[in-house]
């Protein structure tokens, strides 16, 4: 198990603590700047074949019924699935008969002869190694819209 602090952690939670409330418009500002590091970094370690699995690479806020929650998601665009989506010319019996270029390149996939080709997990990658940079991007930013709100 891997431990680690936090810097600036406590000092968000007590000013968290004075303002009651946590402020809607700050939460979401925080963390869309935190998932843009995520973003950036899989956008850059994408495969480059066309150019349009890095330009598929969109942010997704979630939804949700709590104030005081925002969740960002690095997803790829439904929008190109005419481009992603191509039928499989020897489908398997019983498999699915459409290849997911995406997921394919982030996971992996059988060749013809049966060999597996692994894959390169770029989305995978860029949320772990900048984890502390996002983690340290989002304390700051509601660090600051905190500050904010308790001076006005």
Request: glycine fraction near 8%; avoid cysteine.
């Amino acid at each position: 198990m891997v431990k680690y602090k936090i810097e600036g952690m406590n000092e968000l939670q007590r000013s968290l603590k004075k303002l009651g409330d946590v402020p809607q418009k700050s939460v979401t500002k925080a963390a869309k700047k935190g998932m843009n590091i995520a973003l950036k970094s899989a956008r850059q370690n994408a495969p480059v074949d066309t150019g349009e699995l890095k330009s598929g690479i969109i942010m997704v806020g979630e939804k949700s019924r709590f104030k005081g929650k925002k969740v960002y998601q690095v997803v790829f665009d439904r929008n190109k699935n005419d481009i992603f989506q191509k039928p499989i010319k020897y489908p398997k019996k019983g498999k699915n008969k459409i290849a997911y270029y995406p997921a394919s390149q982030e996971f992996g996939y059988f060749l013809r002869n049966g060999k597996y080709m692994p894959g390169l997990h770029f989305m995978k990658k860029a949320l772990q190694e900048n984890e502390t940079a996002i983690t340290k991007k989002i304390v700051d930013e509601m660090s600051k819209e905190i500050e904010k709100a308790l001076r006005g």
